[in-house]
């Protein structure tokens, strides 16, 4: 059974703002002309209390890991949380636009989901999943009915990484074969297994993760070799032309064409296991594919013996609006859907999701996660569902999705340094760039300006891409239009300001 978006309390609120001027055009030179307002806010958040910022700043520095990077030049310290807003130590407010890297999904600190947990853990805690507890059980009859029927176990863990280093095991076991192939510019964890897979070499360490694992050429309609204004499934596509007929995109089958490259010339004759991908590239920028692509892309693995793994931990739970899986707009049918991130609104919780055949092997030799589906957790499972479908959220995603891509798309019309927007429902970006001709990504530290901008007028946005030039934006869904306009108003300004036209 499909979890449906009902009409709700926060997306009558969130449809009530008036459009500012007509259409995206005359929205953004409304805009212009006022210094940005932040949307009213009633919450007030509780006084701080905590370490002296220098004592937090040391510890960072000299206790922690050396990789934990810090957003911003002057980094924020957060205090508390409330749907979607933040508020610093010193009671100053923001407008989280990156919901905790694409993990607070229908808000923080939201009453139904922490009452929830608040009311398991005064029950229990932890116990042994050996035992039986009915919260997993419940969980997992709940999301498996979100989910085509034959995707029928559930493996719980906590994390991204866990869920897709899991699914290369099973992609394993399960057909026998031993290569995997990935795309460029993926991003799956950090795990060893994940490791692999991800293909940014921001992203891999100096040691042994390679064995057995290919990548394929990356079919990105803006970056790529081909591709152009016809090629993808959004509103905003690329400005490049194409040659594209109506429903026909010949993108697609030259990208597919190369995924044939390498199984031919990388992989064991008719023996991979697996092909992973995002069904929109997250870390790698908000990169869509060309229509048609995966459908082509699922066909030729499973010609050669393997099974796809689709990677919803930033996509699914209603983020593209239009479906509650983002791989149900590619029209393919997984044998593995990994999930993590929104499933639990920033509470650990993550799952592979699989078919009986797949999982079948497992029972050849003991494998436990101690954490994974405990009491806590799949409560919280369980409340995030509701409120996904009490609140309205994925409807929420697609109408205000659908304002704010228009307004960024404005800005691209507006301003030279801005290269793509694309993306759809509230998981979005805006490739920044020196040269829209060449496509030169703009320099690191043009876009540290245009984000400390931001930051400084109440938006907090996410960044990524290879080269670090291209804004994420993936709020909680619970944004309003009012959210969408501010938000489209600071970025105005902010290149503006600190970008050359």
């Known amino acids: 059974m499909r979890l449906l978006a009902k009409s709700s309390r926060i997306l009558k609120r969130s449809l009530s703002a008036p459009a500012v001027g007509d259409g995206p055009q005359g929205r953004v030179r409304a805009l212009a002309t006022a210094a940005p307002e932040m949307p009213p806010c009633d919450f007030v958040p509780e006084p701080y209390k905590g370490p002296d910022p220098t004592v937090i700043s040391h510890v960072r520095l000299h206790n922690l890991s050396p990789s934990l990077l810090s957003y911003y030049r002057q980094p924020v310290i957060i205090h508390q949380g409330h749907m979607q807003w933040l508020f610093d130590h010193t009671g100053r407010r923001y407008l989280d636009m990156f919901g905790g890297i694409v993990t607070v999904s229908i808000g923080h600190c939201h009453p139904k989901v922490t009452e929830a947990a608040h009311r398991q853990m005064s029950r229990l805690w932890h116990t042994t999943n050996i035992y039986l507890h009915p919260q997993i059980h419940e969980y997992t009859e709940r999301l498996l009915a979100t989910l085509p029927s034959h995707l029928q176990v559930v493996h719980l863990v906590n994390s991204g990484s866990e869920a897709n280093d899991l699914a290369v095991m099973l992609a394993r076991l399960s057909t026998g074969n031993f290569d995997i192939v990935s795309l460029r510019n993926c991003y799956h964890g950090m795990g060893p297994n994940c490791m692999a897979l991800t293909a940014h070499n921001t992203w891999k360490f100096n040691v042994p993760h390679m064995f057995g694992v290919h990548h394929a050429m990356n079919p990105d309609p803006y970056r790529g070799l081909w591709g152009g204004s016809a090629c993808r499934d959004s509103a905003a596509q690329t400005t490049r032309q194409c040659d594209c007929q109506p429903g026909q995109c010949d993108a697609a089958q030259k990208y597919a064409d190369q995924l044939a490259e390498t199984l031919r010339y990388s992989c064991p004759k008719g023996r991979v296991a697996a092909l992973f991908a995002e069904s929109i590239q997250g870390v790698g920028g908000t990169v869509q594919f060309p229509k048609g692509y995966m459908k082509k892309a699922e066909a030729l693995i499973r010609d050669h013996g393997g099974i796809l793994v689709m990677d919803e931990v930033q996509t699914g739970f209603g983020r593209t609006g239009e479906h509650f899986w983002g791989f ?25 999701v699989t078919t009986k055949e797949v999982s079948a092997r497992m029972s050849e030799a003991l494998h436990f996660n101690t954490y994974g589906g405990g009491p806590i957790s799949s409560a919280v499972g369980i409340a995030v569902l509701d409120a996904l479908e009490e609140d309205g959220c994925q409807e929420v995603a697609r109408r205000t999705g659908a304002r704010l891509l228009s307004g960024l798309a404005a800005l691209r019309d507006k301003h030279g340094c801005v290269g793509d927007v694309r993306g759809k429902g509230l998981m979005l970006g805006v490739e920044l760039v020196e ?38 934006i993936k709020p909680p869904m619970c944004i309003t239009e009012a959210d969408v306009d501010f938000t489209v108003q600071v970025l105005d300004e902010a290149f503006a300001k600190h970008l050359p036209q």
Do not use: Q, S, Y
């Open 328 to 352: 149900e707009a590619h029209g393919v049918k997984p044998d593995i859907v990994t999930m993590a991130k929104g499933i639990g609104n920033g509470f650990p919780l993550a799952a592979v």
């Open 435 to 472: 040269d829209r001709e060449t496509r030169a990504p703009l320099a690191a530290a043009a876009v540290a300006d245009v984000w400390e901008h931001t930051k400084d007028c109440g938006l907090l946005i996410g960044k990524g891409g290879h080269f670090g030039n291209v804004l994420r």
